[in-house]
């Protein structure tokens, strides 16, 4: 009897304070349906509780993010006009004084408590979510793959030549998140219906790691966008291409606008690889050169093998761009590359006297 | 050194699959500030700072950096590539760094060590070398290697 | 034990501080008096905490578990109420005093395991208090932890910005700090004492 009495009355404490607790979550968790106002025009009405990067999504709004909310990357900066709270230790270490001035957040840490007023650049809204399937993987060289991917029947995507697209990367293996990663989009922008893009392994990388050693002909594949304002600029300039590695992708896709427009601009594309292994569609460039009214192909291989048999320009791509450019002429580069490779050449491009305005390159 | 709740923060972010494929700790089940603080003493009893080892790596990383990838004869004796891939990485601690690997290999005696910019970046700021069994850790031992390669020069 | 309940809530703040005369509740006290603001902050928390969960131990205990005879259960008893309490607190600081929230992080939970509020609510039944002494007993004590947690940060403020040996950093210094405030309150246990 005595056990029995010890034993209700302590549940019965436990129950009530379960139940005030759960009480309390209900009335004091719950934010109702709250009101989000973007750029002053279009309005939201989002159940609270959420980050707000997830809620956008789920109203089919992208903000760029590779980390996939976990406050890593850094990139998912929106302007939190009002509602957004104070600023949260997590982001600190990635804004600027600047930006902190002008109210940006990192959108994966603020929570939707109440009605917000956020300012978001026009061009996200057009970005979508797509589901496709892997049409083709086909090896470019040791390192380096050539990914071909179909929408979903009836879909089609809407881009510029040069932006880019965030690939899903599903969990696998040891990687329990989903991340996001960037690649170009190597497609002619009029072939609505498919995308190609050109991967190269990263050592380590968590995506690339998965597109080499997971993904197969005929898997389902998630992917938004489209990014990016690295894109075709509309004058009359002579055109620099500088690009090595996977960078060939996104000049690829301008190069088919050139060739279907017949823009008839000078263009030269520089392409830098460290030896013969690594050099790849030669002669797609080639076609290029007849199908684009102006355009010359220039590749060049820095570290040539003797079994290569080069015959091309050799040295690095700076000192072959140095040499083929003029000094202070009319000309507008697009570069794509390693950081190292991009910040080398924006170099020696300015010593030529081509202002910083002029040269183009993604950031991401 | 204690184990703050910003520290444990950062350690759930090296975890592998969440910033890197596998992680910046390895198989080493120590608490971040306790590895932090072992590596400080190791270094310390070289008669090294984080700052003077993070330099070293730096200066070497940026004479190779010059050559996009391809191979590049560092002073006599070091042969230094400096693999460039687009995109950026995340660092545990904060901020974003350039995704590249640096492979330095002395071609008298066949040794080769490798490390990452953001190895740079987190030994130089926070004093933190990775974790046991990690395929980026800097061991100390391997750093009076890379003092021995400054010599080189 | 017929103290009048006004004396016991200056004695708990002043000559009986749980902090200083009992030294209980060191953990959190030790860590968050790094920085003003979320020491008062967390200061306030505990005034809450403790004289809600003082009151509520009392009629818990008072009417329910002594009238079964339970009173062995009191620890498991105690510390239930005290969860229950702090995670409440927790869901309105996130909801109506975000800054607060973030500032305290993990050491809110804390509490929980803030032996001070414990020791208060078995002091009560030590000593046998009244509904409104133990009432008094748990706000002058919350008031008291928060009076000394704030007023160590203030001095660890201002200590920052002098040289301290190395071996006496943080911890080291902070409690000889405590020592010394101790034995200023000593100073003034003519005024009542309690215990």
Known sequence: MAVLTTTTIITAIGVFLAGLLTLAERF??????????????????????????????????????????????????????EGGGPLLPTETPYLTAEEIENHFRLSCQVRVRNDLNILIPEELFSIREYHAKVIRIKDLTYDTKYLSLGLAEGETVDFVAGQYIQLMIPTYGKVKEEVYRAYSVASPQTLKTQIDLIIRRVPQGISTTYVFDYLKEGDSITFNGPYGDFFL??????????????GLGPIKSMLHKMAEEGIDRKATFFFGCVSGKDLYFVDEMKEFEDRVPKFKFVPALSNPEANDGWQGETGLITEVVDRHIKEDGEYEAYLCGSPGMIDASIKVLKSKGIPEEHIFFDKF | MKQTPKLDRIQRLMQPGVISKEGFLGNDTRKLADIIEDDQRLVASLGLTHEMIADVMEEITDAGRETFGSPKMVGKFLKVTVEGSMGKIASPFGGLYNKENITVLNIETNESITWTTLNIHMIRDHGFYQGKGSCYRIEPKNIAKIFKLKQMI | ?????????????????????????????????????????????????????????????????????????????????????????????????????????????????????????????????????????????????????????????????TKIPKGLQGAGFALIVTGIMAMAFIGLSGIANIQ
């Open chain 1, 28 to 81: 004091l968790l719950n934010y109702g349906i709250c009101k989000i106002v973007v750029n002053g025009e279009k309005t939201y009405e989002i159940k609270g509780g959420n980050h707000l990067l997830g809620s956008l999504q789920q109203h089919d709004i992208f903000i760029p993010s590779a980390c996939g909310g976990r406050g890593t990357c850094g990139l998912c900066k929106v302007a939190v006009l």
């Open chain 1, 233 to 246: 600029r509309d004058n009359s300039r002579e055109i620099i291409y500088i690009a090595g590695g996977s």
């Open chain 3, 1 to 161: 034990m017929d103290i009048n309940p006004i004396v016991i809530f200056f004695a708990s703040i002043s000559t009986s501080n749980i902090v200083l005369t009992n030294f209980l509740g060191m953990c959190s006290y030790l860590s968050i008096s790094r920085d003003l603001k979320a020491s008062w902050g967390l200061g306030q928390a505990v005034i809450f905490v403790m004289t809600t969960t003082t009151m509520l131990n009392f009629l818990v205990y008072k009417y329910i578990l002594v009238p079964a005879g339970l009173e062995y259960l009191r620890y498991i008893v105690f510390i239930i109420i005290v969860a229950a309490f702090v995670q409440l607190i927790e869901m309105i600081l996130e909801r109506y005093m975000t800054n607060l929230y973030y500032a305290l992080g993990i050491f809110l939970p804390l509490i929980t395991v803030n032996c001070a509020i414990l020791g208060v609510a078995l002091f009560m039944v030590i000593r046998e208090y009244t509904f409104l002494q133990s009432l008094a007993y748990g706000a002058g004590g919350g008031i008291g932890w928060a009076l000394a947690i704030v007023a160590l940060a203030g001095i660890r403020e201002k200590v920052d910005e």
